[in-house]
C-alpha cells in the first residue's frame, strides 16, 4: 500500500510487528496506510511517537515517518543489532541496543556512538529528568 492519508480528524493508532508499520483508524479499525522497514521480520519494532513524526526502530535500524500520514522521511542502518530502547531529548534521537547507544540529529544524522567497551552486553534504559525510557529485555 503506497498511499497516505494527509489528515487526519482523529489521532492515527500506529502499530508495528515484523518489520511492519501501520497507520490505523482507531474508530474503525481499517488501515490507512502502511510501510515495510528495513530489517522486517528479525524481531519487533520499538515505537516513539510524537505529534510530528514516528520513529521506529527495529533490529538493524531505524526510520523516522511523518505522522500522521506515514511518509518516510529518512532511514539509516544503526551500527549495533537487537532491540532497541529509544528516547527523544530535544533535537536528539538515541537509540540503545545491547549496551551500546546512538545518537542521531533529527534528520537521521549520526551524531555519536558509545559501544561502553567492556563494560558488557544487554538491554539498555535511557533517561534525563522527565524523561525516561525503561529497557524492554524481551525480543
Known amino acids: 500500500m503506497s498511499e497516505y492519508r494527509t489528515t487526519a480528524a482523529a489521532p492515527v493508532l500506529v502499530a508495528?510487528?515484523?518489520?511492519?508499520?501501520f497507520g490505523v483508524d482507531p474508530v474503525t479499525g481499517r488501515v490507512l496506510w502502511e510501510r515495510k522497514q528495513d530489517g522486517a521480520g528479525y524481531s519487533s519494532t520499538a515505537l516513539l511517537i510524537t505529534p510530528e513524526a514516528i520513529y521506529a526502530a527495529t533490529f538493524n535500524g531505524v526510520a523516522c515517518l511523518r505522522y500522521p500520514t506515514g511518509e518516510l522521511l529518512w532511514e539509516v542502518k544503526t551500527?549495533?543489532?537487537?532491540?532497541?530502547?529509544?528516547?527523544?531529548?530535544?533535537?536528539?534521537?538515541?537509540?540503545?541496543?545491547?549496551?551500546?547507544?546512538e545518537c542521531f540529529s533529527l534528520t537521521g544524522q549520526s551524531?555519536?556512538?558509545?559501544?561502553?567497551?567492556?563494560?558488557?552486553?544487554?538491554?539498555?534504559?535511557?533517561?534525563?529528568?522527565?524523561?525516561?525510557?525503561?529497557?524492554?529485555?524481551?525480543?
Open 16 to 21: 508495528a510487528f515484523l518489520g511492519q508499520i
Open 79 to 101: 551500527t549495533t543489532l537487537g532491540r532497541a530502547t529509544l528516547l527523544l531529548e530535544g533535537d536528539r534521537l538515541f537509540v540503545a541496543k545491547q549496551g551500546e547507544i
Open 111 to 139: 551524531l555519536w556512538h558509545n559501544r561502553f567497551k567492556g563494560k558488557g552486553l544487554g538491554p539498555v534504559a535511557l533517561g534525563v529528568p522527565g524523561n525516561v525510557a525503561q529497557s524492554d529485555d524481551k525480543d
